[in-house]
T-cell receptor, first 113, second 113 residues
Framework: DGGITQSPKYLFRKEGQNVTLSCEQNLNHDAMYWYRQDPGQGLRLIYY???????QKGDIAEGYSVSREKKESFPLTVTSAQKNPTAFYLC????????????FGSGTRLTVV | DQQVKQNSPSLSVQEGRISILNCDYTNSMFDYFLWYKKYPAEGPTFLIS?????DKNEDGRFTVFLNKSAKHLSLHIVPSQPGDSAVYFCAASAKNAGNMLTFGGGTRLMVKP
């Protein structure tokens, strides 16, 4: 079955440490996205990539970095520069032709301890 | 500037009754609209969509209505079931933005037995 996998499900990080969240898809989708959700809030776009080796900043990219070396993979690094990293992180992918719609992963809950 | 707004953060409905979730948008270039359902600690899942050439789309208990002149769409769930309790996000894509979706802030639906 095709899908999008995020790992780990839960992640704890000490202040000052970088941490990388994994996102892998086998849907053959060109585009991939990272969102952040805070309690009681909507989805905020961190980074997105329309094609391999290319990515763009979203609305809240500060303190985050990404890479897109393979079509299947779009890892997100939460750096120590991110002031409030505790959140629920969602990865999604999509085709680039209509009709548009995202397939989401199951999310990673990151907690800074 | 929020281009897609869900003005009701929460909605409580009795089991068996109709749930109506609303979404307003400002960008007249939006031509495709989607609803996603999200349970806690999970990724959103696609529920139903509608193209701007239609004013209604139905799928089982779920119906989406689009009023282009009012820039308003709504999701009707009839009859509501306790398993429908979740956060619902509306999303829109614009002709000039390709596959990028703009999300509303979400509405938490609680269906009481």
């Amino acid at each position: 079955d095709g899908g999008i996998t995020q790992s780990p499900k839960y992640l704890f990080r000490k202040e000052g440490q970088n941490v990388t969240l994994s996102c892998e898809q086998n849907l053959n989708h060109d585009a991939m996205y990272w969102y952040r959700q805070d309690p009681g809030q909507g989805l905020r776009l961190i980074y997105y990539s329309q094609i391999v080796n290319d990515f763009q900043k979203g609305d809240i990219a500060e303190g985050y970095s990404v890479s897109r070396e393979k079509k299947e993979s779009f890892p997100l690094t939460v750096t120590s520069a991110q002031k409030n990293p505790t959140a629920f992180y969602l990865c999604a992918s999509s085709i680039r032709q209509p009709p548009y719609g995202y397939t989401f992963g199951s999310g990673t809950r990151l907690t800074v301890v | 500037d929020q281009q897609v707004k869900q003005n009701s953060p929460s909605l409580s409905v009795q089991e068996g009754r109709i749930s109506i979730l609303n979404c307003d948008y400002t960008n007249s270039m939006f031509d495709y609209f989607l609803w996603y359902k999200k349970y806690p600690a999970e990724g959103p899942t696609f529920l139903i969509s509608i193209s701007s050439i239609k004013d209604k789309n139905e799928d089982g208990r779920f119906t989406v209505f689009l009023n282009k002149s009012a820039k308003h769409l709504s999701l009707h769930i009839v009859p509501s079931q306790p398993g429908d309790s979740a956060v619902y996000f509306c999303a829109a894509s614009a002709k000039n933005a390709g596959n990028m979706l703009t999300f509303g802030g979400g509405t938490r639906l609680m269906v009481k037995p």
